[in-house]
């Protein structure tokens, strides 16, 4: 009789698990959600949608950011350069702080429409400063110098499309990797597609920024690409309102950073006793009483941490339990570990950052000074920033061989869900990195050498770095967004992707101090500066050599941090019904 009362009421938890979304997360009216009628794809196709248009806008300015310093703006290449390079790192680097503001306060949901707001009104000041007289960039047909009035609102614009992209990117990202259960099996591996397919409509942004947007740019005007921008951003936003009813929704839980303190003061304050014999003394909430999230099972790294969640002999574990700072549960310190364990892979990815910001600088100016008629007759002209729609091409092609023809492939071989591990993947695109800037190199001498000879030479010769890039970002930039994403702790899931993508901003930095370095460097050893007024009294060659040394260097770096760090460990799902939340 015991034994069929135990049945039943794992039949009937199954049964709940499949009817009802029991992660912690809650429908529109703040119940828990039935599977049947949201998330999964049908809420995830909502919020892609809105991401389209934010690429779209994103990179229909970034990609064309530095032809219009140096063309509108008039500035030096090496300053247009710093500029570009300064919006990208605080435009990926804002994240950390929408990220934080989401998880911490006002949810995903509500972040993302403040977002959006932002960066419409970002989009509307770009296009009024080319139709307000007082803000256009000069009276004359031929501009010697652009107005400051336009100059400042141009930048206003910018960089109010960063703060925007601070709340917007993180969030959305992370909000729809919410709309699939981790603990139901079926929706665990539409998630681990979720994360290519995103990155498929991503890049068809990107292609439609870079062919038709970029066209609108310079043979129609900046303030019609403007309007069509801040239209299509609006109809998007409307689009994701209405899939409101449909999403699944995760409560704030308060700073993400106050509990990561209260393990490394209990930690500190317990320094001098001794470890328990046994993992399982350490102190654990039951799965009983754990309703808002998941159970982290205990590993051995970083053992010093685990003192936080020793219990105290001389003192009663009541009094104990009312102060967080004295003492913590397991979970709280496995968490703490996780972001710890995450900071070695973040700086072992810098150096990948650096060669990927290559592509809206240096190698959308090359495209300038090249001979981009590709038609007999020379009738049609390629915009030089519609070279990085090979780019996204290659992202696209490569994410759909990746998951409908590898993954399924490499499953059967190395019986893991996704094929191969995440950092595996992350390790191979930087292969693909490397043979970029190997590329790059030997391109640039070719286009230097023709230069000297008066001979122009064909843009096509840039095709097969764009293409590598491409292949490249498919392994390591879509690995990274997974990788931050499931390997911190639930309650930061936002400023996991802001973590990811504070990678391509910090290396955007990165790569301004490296060029000033580089630069200074090569004028006490060389003739001939790296970075001059023009790519033809430049050595760009050089620097990219010296990327490709230094990619090289940090790819065997990555293989032994990668090697030492561990996964996330969660304990086996009991479904719990909260009796206290509505299910009807």
């Known amino acids: 009789m015991k034994h069929n009362n135990i049945g039943e009421e794992l039949q009937d938890s199954y049964d709940d698990q499949h009817k009802w979304v029991l992660d912690s997360s809650l429908d529109s009216r703040g119940r828990v959600p039935l599977r049947a009628r949201t998330g999964a794809w049908k809420a995830a196709l909502f919020i892609i949608a809105i991401e389209f248009s934010e690429r779209l806008s994103y990179f229909g300015l970034a990609t064309n950011l530095v032809v219009y310093l140096t063309t509108i703006i008039h500035q030096d290449l090496k300053t247009a350069v710093k500029n570009v390079n300064y919006w990208s790192g605080v435009t990926t680097l804002m994240p950390l702080f929408g990220g934080f503001i989401a998880d911490a306060y006002l949810g995903r949901y509500t972040t993302v429409l403040v977002a959006s707001t932002v960066y419409l009104m970002g989009l509307v000041l770009l296009t009024m400063s080319w139709f307000i007289p007082g803000l256009k960039p000069c009276h004359e047909e031929v501009c010697i110098e652009p107005r400051k009035a336009h100059q400042i609102a141009f930048f206003i614009a910018i960089y109010l499309i960063s703060i925007g992209t601070g709340g917007h990117k993180p969030c959305l990202e992370s909000f729809g990797a919410d709309q699939f259960d981790d603990d139901h099996a079926e929706e665990r591996k539409m998630r681990m597609s979720y994360f290519n397919w995103w990155n498929v409509c991503l890049c068809a942004g990107i292609l439609t920024a870079v062919t038709f947007l970029v066209y609108i740019e310079d043979r129609v005007g900046w303030g019609v690409a403007g309007i069509i921008l801040t239209t299509i951003m609006a109809i998007s936003l409307l689009i994701f309102l209405i899939g409101k009813p449909l999403y699944r929704y995760r409560t704030p839980s308060g700073s993400p950073l106050t509990p990561m303190l209260q393990v490394l003061v209990a930690a500190v304050a317990k320094r001098n006793l001794p470890y328990p014999s046994d993992p399982s003394l350490l102190h654990e909430v039951s799965k009983a009483e754990f309703t808002t999230g998941r159970l982290l099972s205990h590993t051995k790294h970083l053992k010093f941490l685990d003192k936080a969640a020793i219990i105290e002999d001389h003192t009663p574990l009541d009094l104990q339990k009312l102060s967080p700072w004295r003492l913590v549960t397991l979970t709280k310190v496995e968490e703490a570990k996780l972001i710890i364990n995450v900071i070695p892979i973040w700086l072992s990815t810098l150096v990948f950052g650096i060669c990927a910001t290559q592509t809206n600088t240096f190698f959308i100016k090359q495209a300038t000074i090249m001979d981009r008629h590709i038609t007999s007759n020379n009738s049609f002209t390629v915009p030089p920033a519609s070279m990085f729609s090979l780019t996204a091409l290659s992202l696209i092609i490569s994410l759909t061989i990746y998951d409908k023809l590898l993954v399924p492939l490499l499953r059967r071989i190395t ?17 693909f990195s490397l043979t970029t800037m190997v590329i790059a190199a030997l391109v640039e001498k070719k286009r230097l050498d023709r230069s000297e000879n008066n001979e122009p030479m064909s843009v096509i010769w840039l095709a097969p770095q764009f293409i590598v890039i491409g292949v490249a970002d498919a392994f390591t930039l879509v690995g990274l967004q997974e990788y931050f994403y499931d390997q911190v702790p639930d309650s ?93």
Do not use: E, H
């Open 415 to 431: 019986r893991n869900q996704r094929g191969i591990n995440i950092l595996q993947r992350i390790g191979t695109g930087m292969l």
């Open 492 to 584: 930061m899931r936002s400023l996991g992707i802001a973590i990811y993508l504070s990678v391509l901003g910090a290396a955007s930095f990165l790569n301004n101090l490296l060029i000033t370095a580089v630069d200074t460097i090569a004028d006490d050893f060389s003739a001939k500066s790296w970075f001059g007024k023009d790519l033809n009294s430049s050595r760009l060659d050089r620097f990219y050599r010296f990327l490709a040394g230094v990619t090289a260097a940090n790819i065997c770096v990555f293989v032994v941090v990668a090697k030492r760090c561990p996964y996330k460990s969660v304990q086996p799902n009991q479904v719990v019904v909260d009796s206290s939340v509505s299910v009807a």
